[in-house]
């Protein structure tokens, strides 16, 4: 099928197949891929773009897998680097968020052999003592499938008891890249695909919002890409509990698949229009500023993204495998970001619920502004005067 | 025309079939157009301006020295961090570089410092209508990294451009010798 013959099925209302995906990955024209995208964007979110005010946590680094694209974790609690905080750590972390404003803890950890559940439900109970009003958004599916089979117990069991601790939602991360032919080879000792679906299923059967993640740009193929949207999509026809699907870029730096590029700023852009298209279920689309850099996660918003996350403060997951962009974004930048792509900032809570939608910029509009460096070359220079 | 249905649809919807007409005979839009552009949709731009690019310009991506760059005579270099008040955003640069692209006549191409705006928003100016890379691309991780080794860069600055459906072109390469680069997008897996 043709881009276009996709294009009008797409705007038909049509669901689009495995093979539209394929063919929407290796469709060269980003530009095209971008703009068909952000229709369904502006069809589905209009110029509202979302961003919340939140912060990033690691209670502990330990981690018994051995995924090869990690630089976070350790294997053990004696080796260098390796941390867990205490709880008294954890609670004044959040009692101590200077930002009134907060509205999420967004926690991800390792799989830490020698924690007890009760531990990371005390965790839970004293940060919601700490301040009640936050959202705790915590666990990824692997870190809900370890406890299950750790501790003897279903998704729904280790989920139920989390939930009166005082959890809201789940994170998306873990989901790397759920096909097997890739997943036994980046990420052999940690929940499978189906097992991480599995854990979100049972999130949204007792009433939990999840997101849902892939980690793209290292050794997998489109169709394993594909294949991975198709999966979520199955889910969410089923249960309809996810809210965000957040494409991961990989990072090669001080893990095991350090001598693979990484994906570049068009196959970020390429990789969130695709997905805009072929998971029409899941409303919202999110350009991770983390992970894909905050120019590009800018640029993303006009090419199917309608989030650009939030304020995060201190990340270290991304940063440990050499990402360059600041640890935080203040609310103002955000807005900024958002403002001068031409959309509406709306702050939001973790579950869509609007906080604050902002004004658009007052005068959206460019003028030439640039300024040419060749100095016998004039011509530019006087354009830029008269436009701006 | 050098542009597909859907960008052309576009076009009409913005009224400004007239200007992307003017646009791509290459002779450099006027300040009527340009502020006309600038108020029209980010993609609508640079769709104009990447059918510019590759009807006047074509495929071939020229890589230069800085040293090299300040003595070509058919390149524009763009500043694209001077006095924008607190600084440009990405988008912002993007736009920059398309309606340079517009507003110059074809025969020069539209150069962008690597080191002033990263390898991020440089790949992304090729599709925004920038034709020429300028850097020594030495020690340059802004947001991607380039493996170690002056081969082992090029080789990589190729996949970086070639991932943006164009070819490199090298300083110190003919065009027959850049020819022998695989050629734009080639439905690679990644």
Known sequence: MTFTEIADKHRAGERLSYDDGLALMLEPDVLKLGALANETREKLNGDRTYFNVNMRYEATNVCEASCSFCAFAKLEAHMPGARTVTHEEAWKALADFPDPKLTELHMVNGLHPGLPFEWYEELLRGWKRVRPNVHLKCFTGVEIHYFAEKFGMTHKEVLTRLKAAGLSSMPGGGAEIFHPEVRTRIAPDKATGEQYLAAHRAAHEIGMKTNVTMLYGHIETFEHRVDHLLKIRELQDETHGFQCFIPLAFHNENNSLHKLPEPTAIDDLRMISVSRLMLDNIPHIKAYWVSMGIDTAQIALRFGADDLDGTIVSETIYHSAGSTVPMGLTRDQLVRLIREAGRIPVERDTEYGIVEELPRASAPEASMKVRERNAERKSLRVLAGAAS | ?190
């Open chain 2, 1 to 190: 025309m050098a542009m597909g249905r859907m960008l052309t649809g576009a076009i009409e919807r913005a009224s400004l079939m007239d200007v992307a007409e003017r646009a791509l005979t290459g002779k450099g839009l006027g300040v009527v157009d340009l502020a006309r552009l600038g108020r029209a949709d980010v993609l609508v731009v640079a769709g104009i301006a990447d059918a510019v690019r590759a009807k006047h310009r074509g495929h071939e991506v020229l890589v230069l020295t800085a040293q090299a760059a300040e003595l070509a005579t058919d390149i524009v270099i763009l500043d694209l961090d001077g006095d924008l008040a607190a600084g440009p955003t990405g988008q912002d640069v993007l736009v920059q570089i398309a309606l340079a692209r517009l507003a110059t006549p074809c025969k020069q191409g539209i150069a962008v410092s690597c080191e002033q705006i990263g390898l991020e928003l440089s790949q992304t100016a090729l599709v925004f209508g920038a034709d020429t890379l300028i850097g020594d691309f030495v020690s340059s991780k802004k947001t991607l990294p380039l493996l170690d080794g002056p081969q082992a860069r090029k080789t990589e600055l190729m996949g970086l451009i070639k991932r943006s459906g164009r070819t490199a072109r090298f300083q110190d390469e003919s065009p027959a010798e850049a020819a022998t680069h695989s050629s734009a997008w080639t439905k690679e897996q990644p």
